[in-house]
């Protein structure tokens, strides 16, 4: 009829004693799981904005045209190419540009920081809005694109301008076997 009473206020307390200890466990690899959940979502984020730039801060190619300009020798020496910040793209510094050119007896690379530009519309230095236009004259005889290239009528040339952000543009040309001395073609 009588019960032991003693160790029964024991058991309570160790239980107790069990319970904040699962409280504690269970506190803990919750602020690991927010702690690391924040990390990705960050990570998560960076990666968005590198991918989203990539994509879509590049420049959009609006006209392009080989001209024989210097000694109407037939060979076209002056690549001018009109070119855009392309539909969503944020501010673009034309001197940050990289450019990689292959021609038929050259290949090269560089920054756009010493080709002749011009702005069509807008600043020659920088591609704000989408309205705005820069031409540049890329002279492929004379050295801009180290050493000396002659686009003669048939041959073909390839030009990627990179953004700093990592986006591409790529232009192909050719010139027509029928092209003309002393002329402009586009290419």
Do not use: C, H, W
């Not at 690379?109 to 540049?136: H, K, M, P, Q």
Request: proline share 2%.
């Amino acid at each position: 009829m009588f019960e032991d009473t003693d160790n029964r206020g024991q058991v309570g307390i160790g239980t107790l004693i069990v319970f904040i200890a699962m409280v504690l466990v269970a506190a803990i690899a919750a602020g690991v799981l927010v702690n690391t959940a924040g990390f990705l979502q960050e990570s998560a984020e960076q990666t968005g904005q590198e991918a989203q730039g990539e994509v879509s801060d590049r420049v959009q190619v609006v006209s392009a045209y080989a001209m024989d300009a210097s000694d109407s020798d037939g060979d076209y020496d002056t690549l001018n190419i009109t070119i855009r910040k392309a539909s969503g793209s944020d501010d673009i510094n034309i001197s940050d540009i990289t450019f990689t050119y292959l021609g038929p007896t050259t290949t090269d690379s560089g920054n756009l920081d010493g080709i002749t530009r011009e702005a069509v519309s807008g600043n020659a230095d920088y591609l704000r809005n989408e309205s705005d236009r820069v031409e540049l004259s890329i002279d492929v005889e004379g050295g801009d694109v180290g050493a000396t290239d002659e686009l003669q009528p048939g041959t073909e040339f390839r030009l990627q301008l990179t953004t700093s952000s990592g986006a591409s543009t790529y232009i192909e040309g050719r010139i027509p076997e029928t092209a003309e001395t002393d002329g402009v073609v586009e290419v």
